[in-house]
């Protein structure tokens, strides 16, 4: 079935440095993949989304490039804040189905 | 407030207890998701629910666990004989009707189960 592996947190930063969390997806066809934020004691809120290959979804300084040669959907940022600590979730959607999610990675930045 | 409202945002049982738990979506939109987020993990899919239909039931447990979406009123997801393993935040999310259904999904701030 489908699925969504992303790296494994907590990712530890200090304040203005780069950010990757790395996700790469296994599904039939061709689906839509989303990274969902969820700040502590909050729901998940949609950061941003890619529909086809080599779209790239932007939101609040964060970014990340479907890549179906390589499966890959990794979410980047140039400079984190400490207001960025949140835990991050991969998820794809395929034929109309539910979203199937990465289990998170927790990002910790500190000043 | 226009998104999806869930409540009680948290709920203590003892065990062999009932929990309901109660979610309204965006207004407008016919499609209802839960799902189930267990401590330091992802969320896992339980129900998909259209208005008086349950579409898709696979992350479901079989047995004390029941989910529905009434024509009238809010989607409930029902856990009868509650134990300590159902502890968990729930997450309801909705979307809209399929045709205009991009695969995104709006999240409630989720209910926490606590079983005792």
């Known amino acids: 079935g489908d699925s969504v592996t992303q790296m494994e947190g907590p990712v530890t930063l200090s304040e203005e440095a780069f950010l990757t969390i790395n996700c790469t997806y296994t599904?039939?066809?061709?689906?839509?993949l989303f990274w969902y934020v969820q700040y502590p004691g909050e729901g998940l809120q949609l950061l941003l989304k890619?529909?086809?290959?080599?779209d790239k979804g932007s939101n609040k300084g964060f970014e990340a490039t479907y890549r179906k040669e390589t499966t890959s959907f990794h979410l980047e940022k140039g400079s984190v804040q400490v207001s960025d600590s949140a835990v991050y979730f991969c998820?794809?959607?395929?034929?109309?189905?539910?979203?199937?999610f990465g289990k998170g990675t927790r990002l910790s930045v500190i000043a | 407030n226009a998104g999806v409202m869930q409540n009680p945002r948290h709920l203590v049982r003892r065990r062999g207890q009932e929990a309901r738990l109660r979610c309204s979506p965006v207004?407008?939109?016919?499609?209802v998701y839960w799902y189930r987020q267990l401590p330091e993990e992802g969320l896992k899919f339980m129900v998909y629910?259209?208005?008086?239909?349950?579409?898709?039931e696979s992350g479901m447990p079989k047995e004390r666990f029941s989910a529905e979406f009434p024509k009238e009123g809010p989607s409930i997801l029902r856990i009868q004989q509650v134990v300590r393993g159902d502890s968990a935040a729930y997450f309801c999310?909705?979307?809209?009707?399929?045709?205009?259904?991009?695969?995104?999904?709006?999240f409630g701030e989720g209910s926490r189960l606590t079983v005792l």
């Open positions: 999310a909705s979307s809209p009707g399929t045709g205009a259904n991009t695969g995104e999904l709006f």
């Open positions: 599904a039939t066809g061709y689906p839509s």
């Open positions: 890619a529909t086809k290959a080599d």
């Open positions: 998820a794809l959607s395929a034929r109309n189905t539910p979203l199937v």
């Open positions: 207004k407008g939109h016919s499609h």
């Open positions: 629910l259209q208005k008086e239909n349950i579409i898709d």
